[in-house]
């Protein structure tokens, strides 16, 4: 069987829909209520709106199609509980947060753990997924509550071929949709078999920069440490810039990470700049370079930087490069 590389262009998730509405207000308190707080505005000014939200709703795990006409932006506040993969039924958005921004679309999503937050752009012809993850449900997979999944979701890669085609049956087959609705013990084997697959597929990975998941339990500096690295992971950091801007000796810096994010704030780092390079090179024109991408993102060692990304992502920067040059030379489709 050929696995798919893209979600369902057409899905049955109208048969639980929640809301339709004109009201902006209402629109904004409705998804609010049910993913997470947000600011919407019109990019043209404008006042009215037509939106509706459907939502397919299991123990911890939930899939919404939200759809909102006209072309807007929003401002999401720090995720509460939760942990988001979001997508584009159809169109594109493009998605800012700590790690820069990114297109998303059918093919490529993004992951959003607890305490991070993002904007978007969001034009008239976009058509949002959104798989909502519960905390707890995540964390009896993922395990410590710091850990959490690789931020950038190619469907096009064959690991995640499996959840792809199983989270295609449940948004698009009216006849499972049901079924997961009416009868819990299949909902929960369908989500255990979902989370399952995901996890498979995507890989782990430290919590996202941002996360709050575990970090009411760290001390200060290590928060600290981490604003430092994010804002300034381009430039050429050592260990006792670091320390000095968490304000702790060295050693208790590199003991804090180890204790409570189980890493050091050099892989912190690392992994950082990798996020950032591999955003990079997946949206870049046809005139961008692997080089380009690692000297941006803070690498000077070209064959360090390539060992480490194949060694995060599964597959070399030249590959992500060619797939995401193909990726925006085919035509949008405007459904």
Not at 112 to 139: K, S, T
Not at 265 to 276: A, M, Q
Not at 290 to 318: I, W
Request: charge should be neutral.
């Amino acid at each position: 069987m050929t696995q798919p590389r893209q979600l369902a262009r057409e899905t049955a998730l109208h048969n639980c829909r929640i809301f339709a509405s004109r009201d902006m207000d209402e629109t904004r308190a409705g998804v609010s209520r049910l993913m997470n707080p947000y600011f919407v505005e019109y990019a043209e000014g404008r006042k009215d709106c037509e939106a509706h939200l459907d939502f397919l709703e299991m123990r911890g795990l939930a899939i919404a199609a939200i759809k909102q006409l006209g072309h807007i932006r929003i401002n999401v506040a720090p995720i509460e509980s939760f942990h988001f993969l979001i997508f584009c039924l159809k169109g594109r958005a493009l998605l800012s947060s700590s790690h820069g921004e990114a297109m998303i679309d059918s093919r490529t999503g993004l992951y959003f753990g607890p305490g991070q937050r993002f904007q978007g752009d969001l034009p008239d012809d976009c058509e949002q997924l959104v798989v909502r993850i519960d905390a707890a449900a995540f964390q009896s997979y993922a395990g410590p509550s710091n850990v959490g999944l690789r931020a950038f979701v190619d469907l096009s890669q064959p690991e995640l071929g499996p959840w792809l085609h199983l989270l295609n049956a449940m948004i698009s087959d009216p006849s499972a949709i049901d079924l997961l609705q009416r009868n819990d013990k299949i909902a929960r084997d369908y989500e255990q078999l979902f989370m399952s697959l995901l996890f498979s597929g995507q890989g782990y990975s430290r919590a996202p920069a941002g996360s709050e998941g575990n970090r009411g339990a760290a001390p200060a500096s290590i928060r600290r440490a981490e604003m430092f690295i994010e804002a300034n992971a381009r430039e050429a950091l050592r260990l006792e810039d670091i320390a000095a801007a968490a304000n702790v000796p060295a050693r208790t810096l590199l003991d804090g990470f180890r204790r409570f994010r189980q890493t050091s704030p050099g892989r912190f780092l690392r992994d950082i700049r990798l996020d950032r390079a591999r955003e990079s090179l997946l949206e870049r024109d046809g005139e961008a370079s692997v080089t380009g991408a690692a000297l941006e993102a803070g690498f000077t060692h070209l064959g360090r930087f390539a060992r480490a990304y194949a060694e995060r992502f599964g597959e070399k920067p030249s590959e992500t490069l060619a797939r995401g040059s193909t990726r925006r030379s085919r035509p949008l489709r405007r459904d």
